[in-house]
């Protein structure tokens, strides 16, 4: 399975953002998780569910503010982001892992590309 994100983009402070992330074939009853990196920064885990849009978790920073959902029909999992800050401005990528827990221990079974968020204050 190929991820690969996409959404990304240049806003201001209290913008939303979609993101997507699409498979090349099936995600499958693989749980998916979108992460986030920022310059120099390690990997952060930021959102995730699992194949059936349960076990929903996500990184304090981001809760009530991002929403992950899925959509098996399209194989696309999503990533809305309202009321952006400046430290949400990261590279966010897509992975699939056996659970939403393995993945925020950061065990994937596939990574993808990711999308630049640049949020300005």
Do not use: H
């Amino acid at each position: 399975v190929q991820l690969q994100a996409s959404g990304g983009g240049l806003v201001q402070a209290g913008d939303s953002l979609r993101l997507s992330c699409a498979a090349s074939g099936t995600f499958g009853r693989y749980s998916v998780g979108w992460f986030r990196q920022a310059p120099g920064k390690e990997r952060e885990f930021v959102a995730g569910l699992n194949w059936v849009g349960g076990s929903i978790n996500y990184v304090d920073s981001v809760r009530g503010r991002f929403t992950v959902s899925r959509d098996n029909v399209e194989n696309k999992v999503y990533l809305q982001m309202n009321s952006l800050k400046p430290e949400d401005t990261a590279v966010y990528s897509c992975a699939i892992g056996k659970s939403v827990g393995r993945l925020r221990l950061g065990a994937s079974e596939a990574r993808g590309q990711g999308t630049q968020v640049t949020v300005s204050s």
